[in-house]
């Protein structure tokens, strides 16, 4: 029984790694816009696809050069000390994202707070760890909670399913990183919160600032 625990809780952190949570995300939101505002699918290709690669493929591909040249040991950072560098990097990608949401896309208010947010949640993990080992999955994950909250308080909808979905998926992903010993409660707690915060902190600033 624990070995299966054990397949499930690595196949859960494989398929939500933090930076392919972006990309999950905008399919989401994709999917979920199509709805009320139809466009071409190759619009929607175009959004996910650089999504994709300023979020996930150069992030993650620096990672892997630094396994491979041995300077982390592997592509979870499971060693705190390590994590800094992976973060700021995957930070600049963050930071090429949300600036082709705003002034490419010219993407609404409530997407760019998740561009944004998501930047200055990576950039505060990468500060954190310095000290203290953050969950970034659960971060991550607080980010696509917090993506879907401001996406229902801008257009005044509430999708409880995709909300309700994403809760679930969340308490999944804690639960797994936990269970791998990956983490301690307060580091994914810590984690959820502050990617949840990074969004709607950025989003109501948007908001007051006009």
């Not at 560098?85 to 949401?101: K, N, P």
């Not at 896309?105 to 310095?130: D, R, S, Y």
Request: glycine share 10%; net charge neutral; proline share 3%.
């Amino acid at each position: 029984m624990k070995q299966a625990i054990d397949i499930i809780a690595k196949i859960v952190s494989g398929l939500f790694y933090p930076l392919f949570i972006p990309t999950y995300g905008m399919v989401l939101f994709c999917a979920y816009i199509e709805q009320q505002f139809p466009l071409p699918w190759t619009y929607w290709l175009y959004v996910v696809g650089v999504t994709f690669l300023m979020t996930a493929l150069l992030p993650f591909g620096l990672i892997m050069y630094q396994v491979k040249r041995g300077y982390i040991h592997d592509v979870y950072i499971e060693r705190r000390e390590e994590r800094g560098l992976a973060y700021l990097e995957s930070a600049m990608g963050f930071g090429f994202w949300w600036y082709f949401l705003a002034y490419v896309l010219h993407a609404p208010v409530w997407l760019n707070a998740v561009g944004l947010g998501g930047t200055i949640a990576i950039v505060g993990i990468a500060l954190i760890n310095l000290y203290w080992k953050i969950s970034a999955h659960a971060t991550g994950m607080g980010g696509l909670v917090g993506g879907l909250l401001v996406y229902a308080i801008h257009y005044q909808v509430m999708p409880i399913g995709l909300i309700s979905g994403a809760l679930v998926l969340t308490l999944l992903v804690m639960y797994a990183r936990l269970w791998l010993k990956a983490h301690d409660d307060w580091q994914v707690i810590a984690g959820f919160s502050w990617g949840i915060s990074c969004v709607m902190a950025v989003f109501g600033l948007y908001h007051v600032l006009g």
